[in-house]
Nanobody
Framework: QVQLVESGGGLVTPGGSLRLSCAFS????????MGWYRQTSGKQRELVAL???????NYADSVKGRFTISRDNAKNTVYLQMNSLKPEDSAVYYC?????????WGQGTQVTVSS
C-alpha cells in the first residue's frame, strides 16, 4: 500500500519561497508519475505540476517559471520548489502518485501567502 506524507507548508510573505516535500512509502516509487495539486475552499482541486517516472515535467500556466517539481528516487521523495509566491498561491497542496483518477493522495499541507 502506498502512503504519501507532505511537509514544508507554512506562512510566507509575497515574493517568498517554500519547498514542499512528499515522502512516499511503499514499493516501486520510481515507476510512478508524481504530481502536486492544490485546492482552496469552494474550488476544485487543480493540477500544479507533474513529473513522470522518466523525469519529464509539466506545469500549470499559473506557476510556470516560478515553481519547480523534482524527484529523488533514492529517497522516495518528490519536491515542489515554490519561488516568487503570490497570495493566489495560497491553498492546501496535495501530493499524488499514479494519477488523479486512480492514484494515491497525501493528507495535504497548507500554504498561506500573506503580508
Amino acid at each position: 500500500q502506498v502512503q504519501l506524507v507532505e511537509s514544508g507548508g507554512g506562512l510566507v510573505t509575497p515574493g517568498g519561497s517554500l519547498r514542499l516535500s512528499c515522502a512516499f512509502s511503499g514499493s516501486f516509487f520510481r515507476i510512478y508519475a508524481m504530481g502536486w495539486y492544490r485546492q482552496t475552499s469552494g474550488k476544485q482541486r487543480e493540477l500544479v505540476a507533474l513529473i513522470s517516472n522518466q523525469g519529464s515535467t509539466n506545469y500549470a500556466d499559473s506557476v510556470k517559471g516560478r515553481f519547480t517539481i523534482s524527484r529523488d528516487n533514492a529517497k522516495n521523495t518528490v519536491y515542489l520548489q515554490m519561488n516568487s509566491l503570490k497570495p493566489e498561491d495560497s491553498a492546501v497542496y496535495y501530493c499524488n502518485a499514479g494519477g488523479e483518477r486512480a492514484g494515491f493522495w497525501g493528507q495535504g499541507t497548507q500554504v498561506t501567502v500573506s503580508s
